[in-house]
């Protein structure tokens, strides 16, 4: 009984395959070929295969007409740039706002040049533009007032 | 079964792809006009089997040809130029039945040559129907065309393929860039969904 409740499915199987065979019998009209050809000459004769080079790239892109190509050479593109974007933003993203200096990243400045630019330890020295007030008793130091890097010095010289 | 047709013509006059392709890559514009002599009708009844809609299918069958044209400096002949134009026809269906789901039901079928008549599966059920209901055609078509469209792009390629142009799973394989065992399970689900659909017409 199974035997013969396999063998009608598969008949069944069988029939609608060629039930839907029966499609390759359906035709364009009889116009279609001459149609198509006057249409595809007057788009194409007047190009050569290939194109412009942005057709030939875009031919490149698509080889084989597969598109996880595609996918994968814009997946990558996109991760490239955001890793790009990542590393330009990434000193401000990650580096901790008032993150301690380690000893040696400290310029080596005399301890009084360092009194002169402000008794702030902090980060924020290296970051934000210090006014540094230059008063004669200042500049009794050995050559130039050692500041900080962004530090604008401001004179009183009447 | 159905009859396989022949994927090369076995005239041995006509100048083979590979050196059609070749000519036409050189700006030979004539030696592509041969190429979309050859397979133009092919392309037709692929696209038209997936679309069952025929405005479509010229649109399409154009569409392939001048994208096949301009993409022929990318084609390298690592596989038959045959089974590259029908890659790129059944990408380009697919992504075309994404976008025109409106119309799923929206057919326009081409008549069907009157070899049918004489073909054993038609004698079959016309020899089945009651004589007071002979079996219409159109009634056949439109049945065929509508079970046809309840199944997806992808299993309703692998059913055109084979079935309709009795095209080999390898081949099918190639031209879909999946294994044979996934053509496979795919005519398997889309002909027991077929069965279901045109339970009417089973012996």
Redesign the interface.
Known sequence: MKKDDQKSVG???D???????????????PH??T???A???E???S?????SWA??W???L???????FRMVLVTSLLALLSVNFLLLDGGSRFAPEHAPLAQDELPATPESALQVASTNDSLDLYRKPVFVFEYPSNRQTIGPVQMAPSSVPVRYDY | MVDEPKIVDDDALLPPDTELVSQAKDGNYAAYEELIRRYQRRVYALIYGMTGHNQDTEDLVQEVFVKTYHSLSGFKGDSAFFTWIYRIAVNRTINFLKKRKRRASDVSLDDADQAIERDPTFLELRSRESPTRDIALEELQKKLNAALQTLSEKHRTVVVLHDIQGMPHEEIARIMDCSTGTVRSRLFYARQQLQRELSEYAP
């Open positions: 008949d069944q199987g029939f609608v395959q060629r039930l839907i065979a029966l499609k390759r019998y359906e035709q364009p009209d279609f070929e149609r198509n050809l249409a595809l000459r788009k194409l004769a190009t050569a295969p290939g194109g057709d030939r875009l031919g490149w698509n080889i084989g007409s597969i598109p996880s």
